[in-house]
């Protein structure tokens, strides 16, 4: 196996194991916060605005992530950023408001550099050829993540209707083990290709201080950022990060509000829907391009909208409005609500994120290939920023509200990402016929 190869594989399962953790505690936190703030009337945190705070520090951190990984690189910064994914998790063993967002803001530094990094090894670990490939075999190795942890939910959760100090304990310790069993598989790494610069940029870079060249990274990404194409790109950026929001921290709570669904171990069998979803996604998104690469592009951005439109309108359909608040005995139009929609729900979102995400990581690793850290930094910036906007708004605005906001969201990155496609192989024709 060459180098590049391993990185990619070896990436894909530090980032399953760490994910395991981070994605399990956004799936169940709100429920979790809940349950103990009834045990411990001194608690007072809120899962929506914790994971806001993370999505929100996430954002802005980003960027400073490119200057970091030009002075540190990206396997270093990689490694010790996960270090903070892993204290986050340990918190949750204890009582403390203030403790608990205080790890939010880290995590939410170190987030932005662990997925920065994150496309730069993508990136130079790829060419034009294997980039649909690799992004397909990296994201559904960290897609495992959904299913793991929440199968450990499901067993500890089952027939419960409140999550108890045993069972919290028992979740977040294992969960710890597996954010820092995978933040040690992370020394497995190999050494990088270099980043291919213009002979005028290895000139500037060559004459930077250490400083300098923190700087040029963070002046980069500024100007990359207001570029026509970053500008649309931008579009279909801001409705990912609304989805991450649903997808990693609310409808599991939605579900999991909904009395007359069952008892919270529903939460897992959600998560576990979801991740089966992206695993599947994500292999149709990788291995079903190449059979039909005159269209495949648009067939799955297609595709993934189609799924989304579904699943958003059978979820206001079963699940009540004021789902997102706290538990309810409220229902929808469908009494009572059905487990099988929730989780067909569950599976046709996560399958339609699989697809979106990796012909964005495809797209963004193609055209720009020289300038990786800046690209991914900005698409994690939009990313995360809408994300943080989503919990905010989530706090206070009831379930159909949210959903109205994804569909027009959708529709508005479907545009966008199928023109700057359709350009793109414009551009590469007119090229070949030239």
Known sequence: MDS?????????????????????????????????????????????????????????S??????????????VSMFTAS???????????????????????????????????????LARCSDPETIARNSGIFWVMYELSFIFGNLLVIYEFRNKKH???????????????????????????????????TPEEELEQAQLSFMGRAWFALRTAAQLFVTRDMLLLNVTFIYTGLLTTFVTGLYGAIVGFTKKLATKDIIGMVGISIGAGEVIGGCVATYLAPKIVRYAVDVIILASYGMHMISFGLVMLNLPNKAPFADTDDISFIDPPRVWIALLCAFLTGTGDACIHIQI???????????????FAIFTFVDSLSA?????????LGLYGQIGILMVFSTLGLFTICFLKWDLKRIRSEDIET
């Open 4 to 60: 590049k190869f391993w990185n990619i594989i070896v990436m894909g399962l530090a980032y399953m194991l760490i994910f395991t953790a981070f994605q399990t505690l956004g799936n169940i936190e709100k429920n979790l916060l809940a349950s103990l703030a009834e045990e411990d009337t001194t608690f007072d945190g809120d899962g929506f605005i914790s994971l806001a705070s993370i999505y929100v520090v996430f954002a802005f």
């Open 361 to 375: 990581y495809s797209l963004v690793g193609v055209i720009y290939a020289n300038k990786s850290a800046a690209a």
């Open 83 to 121: 270090i903070f994914f892993s204290i986050f998790t340990f918190v949750f063993f204890f009582t403390s408001t203030w403790l608990l967002y205080t790890a939010g803001v880290l995590l939410g530094i170190a987030a932005a550099v662990v997925w920065t990094a994150q496309g730069v090894i």
């Open 388 to 396: 943080s906007v989503a919990f905010f708004y989530a706090i206070g």
């Open 62 to 75: 980003n960027w400073l992530a490119p200057s970091i990984l030009a002075v540190t690189g990206p396997r």
């Open 163 to 197: 999550i108890d100090a045993s069972a919290r304990r028992e979740v977040v310790g294992v969960l710890t083990a597996s954010s820092i069993l995978g933040t040690l598989s992370l020394f497995a790494l190999r050494s990088l290709p270099e980043e291919t610069l």
